[in-house]
C-alpha cells in the first residue's frame, strides 16, 4: 500500500535551468496538491489539481512555474529558468474527494539551484 | 484573512512533561483543523484533527483543544517523549478554500531524556 511517491528526492539545478518533479499520489486518490517549504518556514499552497483539471492554482508564481495532473502518470510540477529563490523542498500530497482525514503529504523533492 | 499563527517557534520540554503548542486563526469560514508532524527529510504527516463541532478531541497522548468564539486550537502532548521531538505544524482548511491547507510558521520541540 504505497504512499505518495515523489521523485526525485533531491535535485540540483543551475540558474536558468529547468526542474521537473514529480508526484505519484496514493492509489485511487484522484486530487493532487503541491506545497512549497522554505528553510524555517511552514509550508506554503501552491496548487489543486485534479486529473486534468486545476481546481485552484492561487498559490502559483505567475510566471515560470506550472503544473499538471494527466489522465495518466504523475502529477508534474514544472519550474522553467530557475532561480535561487526557488531553492525549496516541494511536497506533494493527495487526497480522495471531500476526504481531508486522507490527506497524505510525500516525502518531498529538496531542490536546489546553484 | 488567511493566516494561521502559531507559537512558540520553539519548545524545550523535559520527558514525561506536557507539550503545549497554539495556533491562532483568522478566517470563520475554516472548518478543519489538522496538526502535522513533520521529522527531518520527511514530509509532514497527520498526527490529529478536529471540526469546530467539538471543543476537545484526544487520540492517546494527543490531544487538541479547540476554542471556536476565541479562533483559537491548540495541541497538547502528554508524557512526552524524546521520540515526539519534531516539528509541528497546525493548519487549517474549509469555505471558499476547499482543498487548500493553510499552515502555521511551526513549532520545533525538543524533548530531553
Known amino acids: 500500500n504505497a504512499g505518495v511517491m515523489q521523485n526525485p528526492r533531491h535535485l540540483v539545478r543551475r540558474r536558468g535551468q529547468e526542474a521537473r518533479l514529480r508526484c505519484s499520489p496514493v492509489?485511487?486518490?484522484?486530487?493532487v496538491y503541491w506545497y512549497r517549504q522554505l528553510p524555517e518556514e511552514g509550508l506554503k499552497f501552491m496548487v489543486y489539481?485534479?486529473?486534468?483539471?486545476?481546481?485552484?492554482e492561487s498559490g502559483m508564481p505567475k510566471e515560470r512555474f506550472s503544473a499538471e495532473f494527466p489522465k495518466e502518470g504523475p502529477s508534474i510540477l514544472r519550474i522553467q529558468q530557475v532561480v535561487r529563490g526557488d531553492s525549496a523542498a516541494y511536497f506533494c500530497?493527495?487526497?480522495?474527494?471531500?476526504?481531508?482525514?486522507?490527506?497524505?503529504f510525500g516525502s518531498g523533492t529538496r531542490l536546489t539551484v546553484v | 484573512q488567511q493566516q494561521v499563527k502559531q507559537s512558540p517557534q520553539s519548545l524545550i520540554v523535559q520527558k514525561g512533561g506536557i507539550s503545549i503548542i497554539n495556533c491562532a486563526y483568522e478566517?470563520?469560514?475554516?472548518?478543519?483543523f489538522p496538526w502535522y508532524q513533520q521529522f527531518p527529510g520527511k514530509g509532514p504527516a497527520l498526527l490529529i484533527a478536529?471540526?469546530?463541532?467539538?471543543s476537545e478531541k484526544k487520540e492517546g497522548r494527543f490531544t487538541i483543544s479547540f476554542n471556536k468564539s476565541a479562533k483559537q486550537f491548540s495541541l497538547h502532548i502528554m508524557d512526552s517523549q524524546p521520540g515526539d521531538s519534531a516539528t509541528y505544524f497546525c493548519?487549517?482548511?474549509?469555505?471558499?478554500?476547499?482543498?487548500?491547507?493553510?499552515f502555521g510558521q511551526g513549532t520545533i520541540l525538543t524533548v530531553h531524556p
Open positions: 500530497a493527495s487526497s480522495p474527494p471531500d476526504r481531508f482525514d486522507g490527506y497524505t
Open positions: 492509489k485511487g486518490h484522484s486530487h
Open positions: 489539481l485534479q486529473k486534468e483539471n486545476i481546481i485552484d
Open positions: 478566517n470563520t469560514a475554516f472548518d478543519y
Open positions: 478536529i471540526r469546530p463541532d467539538v
Open positions: 493548519a487549517a482548511a474549509g469555505g471558499t478554500s476547499y482543498g487548500k491547507l493553510t
